[in-house]
């Protein structure tokens, strides 16, 4: 398994012209993976280290066994092992990014969408791009922030857990 926590290639999600009504249709989900050739650089890099690392540890002794071993570390043998191997460690995440609408975005900087009154998307769907890490604490905090704005649109304050 071969993994990148920032992939350059994006993909799309699209509903089709039944599930444009039905929320029982699944949309089309293309990640599009390794579209960019900068995701096979990394790739490439990566999978000559971590087999430098292993040849070291196995002359040092330990028990180092390639699961899929590669025979030539060529541009294009390792770019068929990627094709075959590789894939994301990470959540799908910026299917509604927040940006202004006429940079493509979905949702406003209080999570509105927009052009629908009344409807904001709290989720990891609106990070603008890939995190590094594992989002779950990004995304407590974007539900957190959104509560905020419903409160704040609302004219709500909370002390002590009740509203004034």
């Not at 029982?24 to 990640?31: E, G, H, L, M, T």
């Not at 779950?136 to 539900?143: D, F, H, R, S, V």
Request: charged fraction near 25%; include cysteine.
């Amino acid at each position: 398994m071969v993994q990148s926590c920032c992939p350059k290639s994006v993909g799309t999600v699209r509903l089709t012209r039944a599930g444009a009504n039905d929320v029982k249709v699944d949309p089309i989900v293309d990640p599009n993976y390794f579209a960019e050739e900068e995701d096979f650089d990394i790739y490439r890099r990566g999978i000559v280290f971590a087999r430098q690392i292993g040849m070291q540890m196995s002359r040092n002794g330990y028990p180092v066994e390639e699961i899929f071993p590669i025979e030539q570390e060529t541009k294009e043998v390792l770019d068929e092992y990627v094709r075959e191997h590789g894939l994301s460690g990470q959540h799908l995440l910026s299917s509604c990014r927040m940006k202004p609408l006429d940079e493509g975005g979905v949702v406003d900087q209080e999570l509105k969408v927009h052009g629908i009154e009344g409807l904001r998307i709290a989720d990891g769907s609106i990070l603008p791009g890939m995190v590094a890490s594992r989002p779950q604490a990004t995304i407590a905090m974007i539900g957190e922030r959104c509560a905020d704005f419903i409160r704040e649109g609302w004219k709500l304050d909370v002390v002590a857990g009740k509203a004034n």
